[in-house]
């Protein structure tokens, strides 16, 4: 299909790859031109200009930006993608913003004829790279069913979960057990050095058993050897931690294990850390 990526931040720029590796035809649009240009150069796809250019003919436009006004802004206008889709096409939105921002922007999708999921993406920039991400999704099924020949692309795992908003709310639930899990991985890194264990061999043991998670799998060396410019950065978890309290003062739940380790991490903020990995809770207890 003919399709446009709004977007090539670390998971953008693989996943728009990813598209074209799978036969589709695309377009994508930057903010930044010459990161557009190189990603053409790269893939041998086509860029635009604008959003609303990029989308221009294209039967599926996907988005993945940085939070709600950033969508807002190359979703909406006379450069906007709406302006630029036409009757009858799909627009998929994977970024990680909130589930208000999601169900507002499809409706203005319907009121042009326009199909609209809320696609969040989990799995980071390795997954995206290569192409294993798990994508939680909000929306019709008639939408979903005909997003699949996209995602595909670059997923291994994607689930309807409701209506639209639903992906978002997923999403949320996904960040809140992240947090507490990183928040342990890291207490138990340090409270293990302190306590003399060489803790590759005692983490080699513990992944295979009930404390073994994708976190401890893949970071538990990189935080031993004290090395955070990589993965997913704290800045980005704290806005994802927002939404989902944000989201928690409107429907009653309670998070507070999540308020907590968000302040921990305004802390490694405050270090100096807003673009370490977010396993950099252990910068803390050293």
Not at 80 to 93: F, H, K, P, R, W
Not at 154 to 161: N, P, S, T
Not at 182 to 210: N, P, S, Y
Request: net charge negative; aromatic share 6%; proline share 2%.
């Amino acid at each position: 299909m003919k399709t446009a990526f709004i977007g090539l931040g670390v998971m953008g720029y693989p996943m728009a790859g990813h598209l074209v590796k799978g036969g589709h035809e695309v377009t994508v649009y930057n903010r930044t031109t010459a990161k557009a240009k190189k990603w053409a150069d790269e893939h041998g796809g086509s860029y635009a200009e604008t959003p609303a250019e990029a989308a221009k003919g294209a039967d599926v436009v996907c988005m993945c930006v940085g939070n709600d006004d950033d969508l807002r802004s190359v979703t909406y206008g006379d450069m906007g993608v709406l302006a630029g889709m036409g009757e009858g096409t799909l627009l998929i939105d994977h970024t990680t913003a909130s589930a208000e921002v999601a169900r507002e922007i499809s409706t203005a999708a319907k009121e042009k004829g326009i199909g609209f999921i809320d696609a969040p993406v989990s799995g980071g920039q390795a997954g995206a790279e290569n192409g294993v991400l798990t994508i939680m999704i909000g929306g019709e099924q008639t939408d979903y069913d005909r997003s699949i020949p996209v995602i595909d692309c670059y997923a291994r795992k994607h689930q309807l979960l409701g209506d639209c908003g639903s992906g978002q709310l997923a999403k949320m639930v996904n960040q809140i057990c992240i947090a507490g899990l990183v928040q342990g991985l890291a207490e138990g890194i340090a409270f293990g050095t302190k306590a003399g264990l060489d803790m590759r061999e005692t983490i080699a043991v513990l992944a295979e058993g009930a404390a073994g998670s994708w976190q401890m799998v893949n970071r538990h060396e990189t935080m031993i050897d004290d090395h955070f410019e990589h993965g997913f950065a704290v800045d980005w978890m704290r806005k994802d931690l927002g939404i989902a309290m944000s989201e928690a003062k409107n429907n009653g739940a309670l998070l507070p294990v999540t308020a907590l380790v968000d302040q921990f991490y305004s802390e490694v903020q405050n270090n100096g850390g807003g673009r370490w990995d977010t396993s950099s809770l252990l910068t803390r207890l050293k």
